[in-house]
Every structure is written in structure tokens, then in C-alpha cells.
């Protein structure tokens, strides 16, 4: 069965074409126009990810790339190219989208539902009836911060936190229309919060945490000098004692400015690791569907405790971040610019917990991953010396990861 996958330049998308390159001889590409070429940029990854010299080679003659737009009717593909490559597959694999957490609606909706939308018109035209698996992301259960989320429910009862859970929400709603319409099955996989302990290059993609990383050092900076660790910021730090000397590595827990950030002590976070995500998905997808749409949470059985993520991005920002139950009457100069990011920030105060019964009743234990811990974290976000200074284009370094992807 022939089998397209869009997104597959992605952070996520890389590894679901890996292992789908696995089981099929070949895969179509939708790759997005005007992006620099996909088929460079894939074999790049997995150069730099340590896969074997043959397997990279191979590459040009197992991937098919066709240059799509989401956003564009027909994936602006012309009528006779859209119908040929529709009748050519027996499965499409949706993993493209946006995940710009900071993104607006429409623009979001852009690309995650019109974009889904018009996968789902591809699928509707080939003659094969072509699977659909939907990625999606179990973040669609919104807004509620507590409690259980379960696989059957789809509902924006609690609303959202940010633009981007709502596309995607809305994106899932048109799975379901057009399953119906159709009366076609269709695989909806909701994974959680995608993290890697490969370090960060600038050839490969970024991840949330990355993101998250970037916007508190932003914060840091456009708060100005008196945030940068040459002590403290007195709005936040209520009067204690100014910092003492920094150590040759920079400031160090007790000298970071201290930033109240609204959170919840005993919150959790479901992190799960990218590789083992896709593996699950594309194990799944083996399994015959029911005819309706499949929905799957592809999460951790264990979830990360808030304070571990705290003390993660702590280190990485140098700041001290303290926990409080509502946002502060008097902001500092740091935490002004965090209030920019609400839908960001309100993941520190989640404690609900997805379940994922289906998944295991499929997979059984083997679907269960490994922990997810702070040296694991770490490793995903600390560029290594040398890594973000390799120029492109130079032979796989052996330090970017331990173990072929
Ligand atoms: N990362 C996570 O933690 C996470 C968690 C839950 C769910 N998900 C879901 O998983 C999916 C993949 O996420 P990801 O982390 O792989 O995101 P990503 O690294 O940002 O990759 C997005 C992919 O979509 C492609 N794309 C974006 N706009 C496009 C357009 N207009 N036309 C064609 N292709 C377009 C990108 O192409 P270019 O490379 O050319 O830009 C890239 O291949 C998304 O649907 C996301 O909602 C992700």
C-alpha cells in the first residue's frame, strides 16, 4: 500500500517517515512550496541523527516529493497532479501544521484546518479510498486544567488556551464531518508534548520546549539590565537580599532575578519522547480501523512533575521562577513581557492526565517509554559546544546522538 505523508520536514514528521520507511519501499512527500528542497533537508536529519551511509543514500530513490501548499484548494497542486497523486495512495498520513503557540486564529486555521480541510479532499478523490491518520495533539482537550481527559471526548466546553489548541480542535470536528460524509475511517493519533534528547541544530527542526526556552531568555533581555543577574528585580523579589557575585559560569540559583510565574505546585505535564511517538502512531495505524474515526491518546504513562519543568527552563533562562496561584498585582519588568504569553504560561498550571486505555488495550506494555527525566530534557535544549557552529553541510558528528534515530 503506497502511503503519503505530509509534514515530514517536521520535528515530528521526520520520525514518522522513518518509521514508515520501515514497513514501505517508498513514500510520497508533501512537502510545502518554496521551503528549499525536502529531499536535502530530510537526508540531512537523519545524516545527523546517525543513520547508515546506505540508508541516506537510498533516500532519492524511496521518497517521491510533491510540492504542496495546506493553505492553497487542491494543496495548489493542478487538477491532473491532484487526482494523480490521490489515486496513487492507499493511506495519507496528515502531520503537517502550524504549532505556533503564540500564532492568531485565522492564521492557524490557515494551515490547520483549511489545510486539513484539503487533505481530506485528497483523500475523498482517490479511487483506493485512502486511510486517513489525522495527527492531532491531546492538547484539544483545551482549557481544562484538571481532572481526566479521555480519548472519545472532543468538546470546547472549557474553551482554550491559545489559538492553537482551538485550530486544532476545529481541525479534528472536520475528521469527523467528512469520516461521516464519506462513511470512510479515518485514524486520529492526539500525542502530547513532543520533546528529544538530540541537541539542538539548526539544520534539524525546533520543539515546544525550545520555544518555550527562547521566549523566557527574550523576556530576560527586553527586561533589561537590571534582569540580566546584576541583581535582583525588586518587584519580584519582595525585599530580599540583592544578589552576591557571580561564579565564572554566570549567575548562579541565588543570584538569578527571581520571576512569580502563575503555576501550580503540585501541576503535571505529559512529555513524551518523539521517537517513541511515532513508533506508537505508526503501530497503530497497522491496526484494521473501525470504520468510524479511531481517536488515540499517544502519551506518557507518566506524567512530568511542573517543578522538574521548572527547574529545566530556571537553568536555561537563569531566572528563578516562583510559583503563584494568581498573577501578580505589580508585574516586574520580566514578567510584563511573559503576560504577552499567556496561552504559553498557563501549562504551568495543569494537572489533569490523559488516558490512553484504547492505546493500551492495542499495545499492551510495549507501548510504554521510557522516563522522561531532567537529564534527558537537558540534553535536547543545551546546544553541545561545536554543535551550533558546525557549518552546513559537514559529515555527521557522532556527538549529536547517541544511537542511530
Ligand atoms: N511538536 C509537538 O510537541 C506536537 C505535540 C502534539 C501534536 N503535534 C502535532 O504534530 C504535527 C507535527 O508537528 P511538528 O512538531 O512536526 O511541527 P513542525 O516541526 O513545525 O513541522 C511542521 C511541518 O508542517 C509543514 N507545513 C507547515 N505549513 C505548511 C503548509 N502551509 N504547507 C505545507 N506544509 C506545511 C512544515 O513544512 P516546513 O518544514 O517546510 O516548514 C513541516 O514539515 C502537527 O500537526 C502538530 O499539531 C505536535
Same mark, same amino acid.
Given at each position: ?33 518554496? @521551503?528549499? @528542497? ?59 501544521? @502550524? ?307
Amino acid at each position: 500500500m503506497h502511503v503519503a505523508l505530509t509534514g515530514a520536514t517536521g520535528f515530528l514528521g521526520l520520525r514518522l517517515l522513518h518509521r514508515l520507511l520501515d514497513t514501505h519501499g517508498s513514500v510520497t512527500v508533501l512537502a510545502r512550496a518554496g @521551503s528549499g @528542497s525536502a529531499l536535502d533537508r530530510i537526508t540531512r536529519f537523519f545524516e545527523l541523527t546517525g543513520a547508515p551511509t546506505a540508508f541516506t543514500a537510498g533516500l532519492p530513490a524511496r521518497l517521491r516529493v510533491v510540492e504542496t501548499d495546506l493553505s492553497l484548494p487542491r494543496l495548489g497542486l493542478s487538477r491532473r497532479t491532484f487526482q494523480k497523486v490521490a489515486d496513487g495512495l492507499g493511506a495519507i498520513w496528515h502531520s503537517a501544521g @502550524s504549532i505556533n503557540l503564540e500564532g492568531d486564529l485565522p492564521e492557524l486555521r490557515r494551515t490547520n484546518l483549511e489545510g486539513t480541510r484539503h487533505v481530506l479532499e485528497l483523500a475523498a478523490a482517490g479511487r483506493r479510498k485512502p486511510v486517513v491518520h489525522h495527527v492531532s495533539t491531546a492538547f484539544v482537550a483545551g482549557a481544562r486544567r484538571e481532572g481526566v481527559a479521555y480519548e472519545d471526548e472532543l468538546d470546547d466546553a472549557s474553551g482554550f488556551e491559545n489559538a492553537y489548541e482551538q485550530s486544532k480542535y476545529e481541525a479534528e470536528l472536520l475528521v469527523h464531518a467528512w469520516s461521516r460524509q464519506h462513511g470512510r475511517p479515518a485514524v486520529v493519533l492526539r500525542p502530547s508534548i513532543l520533546v528529544t534528547d538530540v541537541p539542538p541544530h539548526p539544520e534539524l527542526p525546533s520543539h515546544p520546549l525550545m520555544v518555550i526556552e527562547r521566549i523566557l531568555r527574550e523576556a530576560r533581555h527586553a527586561a533589561g539590565p537590571t534582569s540580566q543577574g546584576q541583581g535582583r528585580d525588586t518587584a519580584a523579589s519582595g525585599g530580599r537580599p540583592e544578589a552576591g557575585e557571580h561564579g565564572p559560569r554566570g549567575p548562579g540559583p541565588a543570584d538569578r532575578p527571581r520571576v512569580r510565574a502563575v503555576g501550580h505546585p503540585h501541576g503535571r505535564l505529559n512529555l513524551l519522547q518523539v521517537e517513541h511517538a511515532a513508533e506508537v502512531m505508526v503501530r497503530l495505524a497497522g491496526r484494521t480501523p473501525s470504520g468510524g474515526v479511531d481517536t488515540y491518546h499517544v502519551v506518557h504513562d507518566r506524567d512530568v512533575p511542573v517543578p522538574t519543568v521548572v527547574t529545566l527552563l530556571e537553568e536555561l533562562a537563569s531566572l528563578s521562577i516562583d510559583l503563584v496561584a494568581t498573577r501578580p498585582d505589580a508585574p516586574s519588568a520580566v514578567e510584563a513581557v511573559l503576560d504577552f504569553y499567556p496561552g504559553l504560561t498557563a501549562y504551568l498550571a495543569h494537572r489533569r492526565r490523559f488516558d490512553d486505555t484504547r492505546v493500551r488495550a492495542l499495545l499492551g506494555p510495549s507501548g510504554v517509554s521510557a522516563p522522561v527525566g531532567l537529564d534527558y530534557l537537558r540534553s535536547g535544549l543545551n546546544p553541545r559546544a561545536g554543535a551550533l557552529q558546525e557549518s552546513p553541510r559537514t559529515p555527521p558528528r557522532a556527538s549529536l546522538s547517541a544511537r542511530p534515530v
